[in-house]
Structure formats: C-alpha cells, structure tokens
C-alpha cells in the first residue's frame, strides 16, 4: 500500500513522474522536489481517502480525537468540504490536499480548517511533507476578502490519518527532525507539527462498535470473522443508503481479498455494503485471511527475535536469544506508550515518560500507565502517577 503524499499536474495536463513505493523509509533524503504529492494509485488509500469524504465520519472522528483536547467553540454543524487544490504560485505546479473540511466558529468569521492525509507507509519527511502543504493552504486562504480584510489567518490542524500496520516510529513535527547543534536556532525555525491517528492501534483499543466510524474500524481491521460480522451488522444499521463510506469500505474488503490472493473476476462481484455478507467474504475469512495472518503473525515474531538479538549484542548479553527476544519485547512496549503520551500530552510529556521508562527495572507497571493515558486528564498528572507506577 502505498504513501497517499503530495500530487502535482502541472497546468499543461502532463502528469509528474510517480514515485516509488517503498514499505519502509529510506535513510537517504530524496531532493526536496521529490517531495511534491504524488497521485493516490492504491486502492486503500483511495479508500481511506473516501472514509474521511463522509461528513458523518469526519464529524466522529473530530469529535473523538481533537475537541477532546481543545477546547475551541466550534459548530460542527456547519462542518463542510473545503477545496483541495492548490496552485503553487511561483512554480505554478497544481498539487492536491486529500481532503479538506471547515468549521466555522459560532458568532464569529473566524473558521479553523481541518487538513487530513492519508498515509500508510511510514515517512520520516512527513512534517517537511506537510508543511510545504500547509503554506499552501494558508497562501489560498490569504485570498479570503475577510482575512484579507482583517490580516488574520484561520487556524490549519494538519491530521495524518495513518492506514498503515507497522507502529510510527518517524517525527510528528519538524523540531524532532533537527540536529541538537541546529536546536539553537529553533526560535527561527518552525515547530510544525500534525495530529497523527493510528487507526489499527485506534480499532485494536475499541471494546465495542457502536457508531459508524468505530463500526468501519473494526470492519478494516477484524481480526477474525465474528468481529468482521458485528462491525458490518452495525454499519448496514447505521450508515446511510447514501453515505460515501459505504463504497469506501468495500472498496477496502475487495483490495484486501485481492492482496491476499483473490482473483479481481471474484471480486468483482462487491459492490454494495450488503454484499460483503455474501459466500465470496465468506469462503476468503475460512481460507485466505485466515493463511495471511498466519503469515503475518509469523514475521512479526521472526523480526521481534531479529531486534531482540541485536539489542542483546550491543549490551553484550550473553543469554542468547532469550534475552534477546525478551528485551526486544520490552523496547517495543516502551516505544508503544510513548508514542500513546506523545499523541496525547505532547513531545515534552512524551520524554518525560521515556525518561522514566529507561530508568524502570522492568516493565510490570506497563499496563498500568497504559491505562493511566487513557484517565489523565494533564501531563503532570500523568508523569506523576506514571513514576509510582514504575517506581
């Protein structure tokens, strides 16, 4: 599945040259104009970009994730698709947002705009990615009569919708990505940073689906058939015969089946959300998705002993795989709950976590702080509490 980033037409029609899909980041940059967007060519990302098309899911998913943590008088009812094409002025190059909504707040001109991207591979240039995308935004805002008028800008959040199955290991704002001697200079840099959502770790914390967009994330990512079932029971309920996530979700089914050895003739046959109750999903839960996450689930542990070893050589460990694979476990659990506090508090709380993380003896409080993520209401709180708990 490849990166759904920045795509450029230029004005005379042609299309730019497509990037390279790749499963993992590479450790050399490319030339910033291979920064530009690139088309969305994978059916899940053309999925994704159709889930986050429906209002109702976006309306959910803002609830959900951004008005938990500010706290803006902003009417959603009014929430409406803004344009996603922008004009670079300079190279005159057309590029592509993958979908853009605005709300406006209430007894007010002022409106804040939502810029979402879907991203299934992991990309350590995203912030440059998404600043260069923002500017965007915010020169075709500037062209606003009241804004002009006023001399200022509408709030831009930057919201990376992450499709993707490998945890997010890459920076989430542009002060992560420089060196500590270039530190120095960040009171003239930019500190960007975008709300990143991983929706495989959202859809595996969920006890229950009981909304459309929850429904729709355990139906992507059901790991076995009777939560496929239950997701899909709750979305023919829920979802309206009209709702542009219905084609979107079994665009995602059929892209799925096909990656995993389905024939498309096959596939074909899915066009309906009621469809995916029929023998053809049927026969692919009893054979095929049941070998793929044989398989995945295989590798995973493969490369969990592969990290383990490494880490247990570099301390010089002499257990053996043991130890090896027993620490790999630990640093994956560690990276997992910063990554959480990071999502939630920010990078300062984040560090502290990871601070006290390295100086914990073992991880028996794990659940405990994961826990106490979700029920903190503040940093401090958290951070507090976190220390007693791996104390």
């Known amino acids: 599945m490849a990166a759904a980033g920045p795509r450029d037409r230029s004005p005379t029609g042609k299309p730019p040259e497509r990037e390279a899909s790749q499963d993992k980041p590479s450790d050399e940059a490319p030339p910033l104009d291979a920064v530009r967007r690139k088309a969305i060519h994978q059916p899940r990302d053309k999925s994704a970009k159709g889930f986050y098309g429906d209002k109702g899911m976006v309306d959910e998913f803002l609830c959900e994730h951004v008005f938990r943590r500010i706290v803006a008088d902003v009417d959603l009812a009014k929430l409406r698709k803004g344009p996603t094409e922008y004009i670079d002025s300079k190279s005159r190059a057309v590029r592509h947002a993958d979908m853009v909504w605005k709300a406006p707040f209430r007894d007010s001109w002022l409106y804040v705009v939502f810029l979402f991207e879907a991203q299934s591979t992991v990309d350590w240039l995203m912030p440059v990615r998404i600043l260069l995308e923002t500017a965007l935004v915010y020169a075709e805002l500037a062209k606003d009569p009241e804004v002009r008028k006023r001399r200022k800008l509408p709030p831009v959040l930057p919201i990376v919708v992450y499709v993707g199955t490998k945890p997010w290991d890459a920076p989430t704002r542009l002060e992560e990505m420089l060196t500590e001697e270039a530190k120095a200079f960040l009171p003239f840099a930019l500190g960007h940073e975008f709300l990143l959502v991983s929706e495989v770790e959202e859809a595996r914390a969920l006890t229950r689906a009981d909304t459309p967009r929850t429904a729709g994330l355990r139906l992507r990512y059901a790991r076995d058939r009777a939560e496929f079932d239950e997701a899909l029971a709750v979305l023919r309920e829920l979802l309206p015969e009209d709702s542009p ?49 044989r398989k995945g689930l295989e590798e995973g542990r493969q490369e969990g002993r592969r990290q383990g070893r490494q880490e247990g050589r570099q301390e010089g460990r002499q257990e053996g795989r043991q130890e090896g694979e027993a620490r790999g476990r630990r640093l ?3 990276a997992t709950l910063v990554r959480l506090a990071r999502r939630k508090f920010g990078s300062e709380t984040a560090e502290g976590l ?28 958290f951070l507090a509490q976190a220390a007693g708990a791996l104390a």
């Not at 996530?245 to 959300?273: D, F, N, P, Y």
């Not at 006290?356 to 709180?381: F, H, P, T, Y």
């Open 245 to 293: 996530a219905r084609r979107a979700l079994v665009e995602w089914v059929r892209s799925s089946m096909i990656e995993e050895g389905a024939k498309e003739e096959e596939m074909a046959k899915l066009q309906e959300l009621e469809d995916l109750a029929s023998p053809v999903v049927e026969t692919w839960w009893a054979a095929e998705r049941r070998e793929a996450r």
């Open 332 to 334: 994956e659990q560690r």
């Open 354 to 381: 990871a601070a006290l993380l390295e100086g914990a003896a073992d991880l028996e409080g794990v659940a405990e702080v994961a826990d106490l993520i979700i029920d903190c209401g503040s940093g401090r709180d």
